[in-house]
């Protein structure tokens, strides 16, 4: 196992315990033979839970639960990563997937963000079109998924942390 398939599980669990802060239950999700599994060249596009938040959890006294497909991916260079997606259109990992899972959010982890971004980025495939530019939203700016700023910020600098001991730096 090489650094990037450590931080990319790092990055997997921190992005669990994000939404395990924001009071979703998490069901990972269903590998079977029946679940679609997308791979695009050596890599595995699926997601890998469901986080279900109830009207109880949220804090509301009615309302159906809310829940989400979650893929999380990390990426060192994602500005340039969202690029290159981009000009691949319809043939794009993104259009793909949202054929598969047109509600899939896909969390994005880097610890190269672009000045004032957040290490934690979310791609929603439901507004996601092949024919924009692919654009992220700081995950605390979702406004559907209720994820508090100080949980990203307290998140952030633990992987922070966790990736400094990784490289050494």
Known sequence: M??????????????????????????????????????????????????????????????????????VKYRSQLGQY??????????????????????????FVTDRPDPGRSWFQVLDLSGYSASAPVRTLDLAEHGGLAIWRTNVDDHEELARRVFALLTGV
Do not use: M, N
């Open 2 to 71: 090489d650094i990037l398939d450590i931080k990319a599980r790092v990055a997997g669990a921190v992005v669990e315990s994000v939404f395990r802060r924001a009071r979703y239950k998490l069901t990972p999700y269903a590998r079977s033979g029946e679940a679609p599994v997308l791979r695009i060249g050596r890599e595995d596009f699926t997601p890998h839970f469901t986080a279900t938040q109830t009207a109880e959890t949220r804090g509301d006294a009615v309302g159906p639960p809310r829940s989400f497909l979650v893929e």
């Open 82 to 107: 969202l690029a290159i997606e981009g000009q691949r259109g319809e043939r794009s990992a993104f259009a793909q997937a949202k054929r598969l899972w047109p509600d899939l959010c896909v969390i």
